[in-house]
Each structure stands twice: as C-alpha cells, then as structure tokens.
C-alpha cells in the first residue's frame, strides 16, 4: 500500500514541506549540516504534515501558513525522535537501538535543541499566537509522557491504563495537535476545530498500538530494528501487558524485568506472537480508528475526508 | 556586592518573574514537579529577566508582556544548563561536574525539553511574533555555539577569534535577546533596540570571559565548583588559549588535552595564575564592557541606563 495515493487532495502539496525541511539543511556550519543531512534525509512518508494539510482543507487553504505549520509537525517529531536517541550508560549495556549512535550524547541533545528551534521558528511564521501555544503546550505533554515511560522503564506494576495514558502523551498528542493545527490556520468552526483534533488524537492512538504490536509481529527487515525493542529497553506496551494479565505472577516479562537475559525475551515474543494477543490489540488499534472516523461525522463528504477515513486503513495494515 | 541594589527601579518587578517561574513548578505529575524544585529553587540572581526589565524600561513598560518576557529568558538560559548536564559515557570518567547528576541523561534531557516548551509558551504570551521568532533564532545561535565547544573538546588548535566567537553564540546571543526583546515588547525606536541589543551583547561577552576567568582564578567554595573545570572538560578558553600562545609546543595544556592527566591541569591552572594572563583576560572583558557602556549613549540618562551601566562593574568584581 502507498500512502502517496491516500494523501489524495493534499499529495502534491507536500513537496512544499519537503521542500521547507530541506533548506533547513542549509546552515553555514558543515558539521550541523552532516549531522541534519543524517535527520532529514527527506523521503519520509510526512503522514503528520500530510494530517495538518488535510485538516486545512475544511477552511481556507492557505499554504502560506500551512506548509510551516506542517513542517513544524515534522520538525517537533524528528526532533524528539533525535532526543529518545540519548541514552544512559547502562542502556548501552543493554543494547539499546539507536538511529543516531554515530553521534555523541551532547551533540545529539544539541542537534534536538537546534530542530526544536526551527519547529518553533516555523509554528511562529503562521503568525498565530493560539497555534504557537497549541505546539508549546504540546512539547510539555509529549515530554510528560517520554519521563512517564523513562520513569517506569523496568517497572512491572503497570496496567493497560497506564500504558494508554503514557501514548496519548508521547504520540497521540502531537497528531491531535496536526489536525487541530491545520484547522486553527485555516479558520474553521470550534465545532470543526474539535473534531479533527478528536480524529487526529484516535488516530494517533491506534497508530502507537500498531506500533507496538509490529515490535512484536514485525519483520526485522522490513522494520529495520530488531523485534522486541521495547522490551529490551525495559518499556511494556499493549501486547506485553495483556501477556502478564493473562499468566499473573509467572510470566517471561517479570522474569526479564526482574533479571534481563535475551532467551526470556525472546521468550515473550515468542508467546504473544503464538496467541491472539496481537488480534486482541489490534482490536483495540480498530476500536480508536472507528472513534477517529465518527468524530469525522460532522465535516463536509469531500475527498479530504476520504483521505482522513482512509488513512486508518494504512495504520492498521501497515507492516513497518 | 549585592546585584539587588543594582537592578535599580526594576528590582521590585522582578519578584513578578520569580513568581511566574515559580508557578511552572505546579505540575500534576508528581516526579516532574521534584525535578522542577531542583532546577528551578528560586533566589537565583535573575540577571537576564532584569535586563529585560531594564530595557523594557525606554519604552511602554508592561509588566502584563515584559513578565512572561523576562520569565521566557530565563527558562531558555536554565533549560540549556540542564541539557549541558548530558553527559557522554566517556565524560563521566573524566570526571565531568554536573549540576543534576541525580537524573539520568534520558530523563535530564525531556525535562530540559519540558522548560524549552515552558519558554516557549511564556514567549507566546507576548503576543508578538517578532519577538517569538527572535526567540528561536536566539536557541539556534546558542546551539550551533554548544555544538562547536562540543566538537572542539580536547582540540588544541583554536584561536581567541575561535573562543569569542563561540562564546558569542553559547552565551552573548541570550543577554543581547534579553535586552533587544525587552526594547521590541515595549516598542521602542529601532535606533534604541539596537542599542540595547549591542549592549546585550557585548555585556553577555564580558560575562563570559570573566567567568572563564574565574575557572582558573576563582575560590571553589565560592563558586560551588572545582578550579579548571573548563580544561577537565576539554574546553579551551580565553585564559589558557593566552596561556598556549605564550607556550607554543610547549604547555601543560597541550599536553593534558593529548593525555588527560590530573597534574596537568593543575600545572596549567597555576601557570595562568602566577602570570598576568588573568589581568590581560580581563582586560579584554573590560573592554567589552567599554563598548557595552558606549551603545548606551543614545538612549536618554535615566535609572534604567544607569543601572545598565553599573552593572557592568558587578560583572567585573563578581567572584562567583
């Protein structure tokens, strides 16, 4: 599945962000612009840029404000992808994925810094105030969220609530926040306004799940980590949580929390991929895609909201 | 030496940016609100916010934008302290001094993060985009400066132009936005936001430098931090940069930096003592504060510019 063909009316319009995220490379001092040429190599999907361009559709489409406001998007979640690269000395023990481990920590947290100050500095050219705290007030929920699961790594005294809580923060809440976004911008109805923030946090929602299950269903190759990465780093998700309710007490991911050693990892993955845990949790992905599509019902049946429809499709098919 | 006296007719509105600094701390999230009390304890001496204020002071004082303002500046300046507490696997062996080193770096990291969009959000209260994308033009500058002293530890081939401009960009950038936000936010002649922006910025360098001169000079009680802390770190300043000059091939700085060893940098610490360096570097500062003094002319002799220009003498006499 392409998603080029389920950004329907918005697709060409995102050579634009693109393009913006590309001159962001352009800086006078060579080794930031190695290390951006590595963060924004370009080429990647833009699913949330293509949300805040969708989202603008229902008003007045003003690429000049909106192509920032997506780059922004973008910039805010590459940024914070860069800063999860940071890691502690007994993560590496653990061995711990990075997509940036050929740079130091201090460098890797500046270079995050310098991406949060472009996504500022675009989210400021829209010129709208209620938008720029919208973003700001973003970033502290989304950090909120990455502290929650730092704080927690290791701990297996979690519940699926709290699990749902902590994804909200860290991912649904910057797709909300694309939509919403996109239709602050483009001078919707609060009534507008609300709805697609509530498709774009459901969205997101489901979006994490998927997430988490292919770290367990997953093809290495296709995914380009190693399955059962969460677990590795001491983070229960979705499946791992439903696999310790479902064995309380005698289960592989206690046992590796308690003590990590890679076979009772692969031990877990091994049970949730033998079980319908991955079906029960797509389950729940599909139960936030169906609340993401009634929160559609009030905007006009025009083919931005088929591409808004549509594209929880790709979320729950896709396989990296 | 008491800053308070010298803060002159804003002393008073400052307990206002306290307060606003303080409110940041009433968070829901219980392990983030500690995290909070540590960096944000209060008393600190809120030198940037009282630029602001001060330059706030030639124009239409608004405590309602100025506040938020001053409150903005000081969350950049703390939220970057924080993230200078990262720290590399290798640095800890070096025996790098932190200031948080009771959080980990992933943790050190989102709440650095977490004050970013704090500054962010009080910056945007302002209500004036010049302003907020000065803001994030200023964290750029600041990155870009960190990423250099970063990239050059232990690199022995720098120059003074090298040092000035780096300091510039880590440090001068952030004292001149102080000053030249607080002159935009209160409308002043572009002739005068100028001015208090060259102000900022050559008192922000005179800043540096004595501070860097302290590293060598300074008492460790007083400064809560141990003498030569610069040179464990790998980085190189005015002082011992004038120190290779005088020594070239042969110095206990060039030595340290290709074998890091203890008596080194004690050597290296006692040589800039026992010379005149120290009176050259502040001589250098001096000068800055020369030209710091100079730009000040424009603007009509009231208490704001007179405490401007006192304090630059705090800045020259301060030990700490």
């Not at 050579?15 to 924004?40: C, F, H, N, W």
Request: one cysteine or more; hydrophobic letters at 40%; proline letters at 4%.
């Amino acid at each position: 599945m392409k998603t080029s063909i389920l950004f329907g009316p918005v697709q060409e319009d995102l050579a634009r962000v693109e393009g913006t995220l590309q001159s962001i490379k352009q800086v006078d001092y060579a080794p930031l612009a190695e290390m951006l040429e590595v963060v924004l190599a370009g080429g990647g999907k833009l699913l949330r840029p293509a949300l805040t361009l969708l989202a603008g559709r229902f008003g007045e489409y003003n690429l000049d404000l909106l192509v920032p406001l997506a780059a922004s998007v973008e910039l805010l979640h590459t940024a914070s992808l860069v800063h999860d690269d940071v890691i502690d000395g007994a993560d590496t023990r653990r061995g711990r994925p990075t997509v940036n481990s050929a740079f130091h920590n201090t460098t890797t947290v500046m270079l995050g810094d310098y991406m949060f100050a472009h996504a500022a500095d675009q989210v400021a050219q829209t010129g709208n105030i209620r938008v720029i705290r919208l973003f700001s007030h973003t970033l502290m929920v989304m950090t909120k969220g990455e502290i929650g699961q730092d704080l927690t790594a290791y701990d297996s005294r979690q519940t699926v609530r709290d699990y749902l809580q902590r994804i909200g923060g860290k991912t649904a809440s910057l797709f909300a926040t694309a939509c919403q976004g996109g239709a602050v911008v483009a001078q919707e109805s609060e009534q507008w306004i609300e709805a697609l923030r509530t498709y774009g946090y459901n969205f997101g929602m489901a979006f994490q799940i998927v997430d988490d299950i292919l770290d367990f269903t997953g093809d290495e190759a296709e995914m380009g980590k190693p399955v059962g990465s969460d677990l590795l780093q001491g983070t229960l998700t979705l499946p791992s949580l439903l696999l310790m309710e479902r064995h309380p007490g005698d289960n592989p991911v206690q046992k590796h929390f308690a003590q990590p050693r890679q076979e009772l990892l692969a031990q877990a993955v091994e049970m949730v991929r033998e079980t319908d845990i991955p079906q029960e949790s797509y389950d729940m992905a599909r139960s936030f895609c169906a609340r993401a599509h009634e929160a559609l019902s009030v905007l006009p049946d025009d083919p931005a909201r088929r591409a808004l429809y549509d594209l929880t499709d790709y979320v729950l098919e896709r396989r990296s």
